[in-house]
C-alpha cells in the first residue's frame, strides 16, 4: 500500500470517528497528525487556531493522534487522556489544555485538568487505569504510518500532504491554493 501511496496521500478520509471543528462541506480539510508533548506540535497548534480565525467556515480541521513514546514518553497517556475527555464531551477542552501544558502531563496534572474540566474524575481514572482509549489512539497512529507520517506536526490539506515551512502565512497560502483548486473541479 505504502508503495502506491508515495506517502503523500491521506490514506484514511476523514470520518465520524475523527475530532473535527468547522463545516463538513467546507471546501478546505486540513488534517493534522499531532502529539500533545511535541513542542513542534505546541507551536502548530497556535499556528491553527489563528487560521481558524482567519478562514472561519472555510476550513475544516481534523485532528489526530501520532504518540511518540519512544522520543516524548507521556505523549501515549496525553492522547489517552484527550480521548477520555472526548468521551465525557470536552474533547477541544482538553485537547486545548494538554496543548498548553505539554511540560506537565504526568498523571497528577492529568487529573488535575480532568478536574478543571469538570470531567467525572472517578470514570476518568478508572478509563485511564484500564487504558480504555489505547485502541481509538492507535487507530489514528496506524493511519498516519499508512500515509507516510513519521514526525509531528504532519498535515494533509485536502487528503494531500503538506511539507512546506508551518507558519500561518505559508499555511494559509498552500489551505487558499487548495481552496482554489477544489472551486475548479
Not at 462541506?25 to 489563528?50: D, F, R, T
Not at 486545548?96 to 488535575?112: I, M, P, R, W
Not at 509531528?152 to 491554493?177: G, H, M, W
Amino acid at each position: 500500500m505504502s508503495q502506491a501511496n508515495n506517502h503523500n496521500r491521506l490514506i484514511a478520509p476523514v470520518s465520524e470517528s475523527d475530532h473535527t471543528q468547522g463545516a463538513m462541506n467546507a471546501p478546505i480539510v486540513l488534517v493534522e497528525y499531532g502529539n500533545y508533548q511535541c513542542p513542534h506540535s505546541g507551536k502548530a497548534h497556535k499556528i491553527i487556531q489563528q487560521i481558524q480565525q482567519q478562514l472561519g467556515d472555510r476550513l475544516y480541521f481534523a485532528f489526530r493522534h501520532f504518540p511518540q513514546p519512544q522520543i516524548y514518553p507521556q505523549s501515549q497517556k496525553a492522547a489517552e487522556t484527550s480521548e477520555i475527555a472526548a468521551a465525557q464531551g470536552r474533547f477541544w477542552q482538553m485537547h486545548d489544555k494538554l496543548f498548553s501544558y505539554q511540560t506537565a502531563l504526568d498523571n497528577g496534572y492529568l487529573v488535575e485538568y480532568a478536574y478543571q474540566l469538570g470531567l467525572d474524575v472517578p470514570q476518568f481514572l478508572r478509563d485511564m487505569t484500564n487504558h480504555v482509549y489505547t485502541h481509538r489512539v492507535a487507530e489514528d497512529w496506524e493511519s498516519g504510518i499508512c500515509s507516510g507520517v513519521n514526525s509531528t506536526p504532519a498535515f494533509f490539506i485536502n487528503s494531500y500532504r503538506y511539507e512546506n515551512t508551518c507558519d500561518v502565512e505559508s499555511l494559509i497560502q498552500a489551505l487558499l491554493k487548495a481552496e482554489n483548486s477544489s472551486k475548479a473541479c
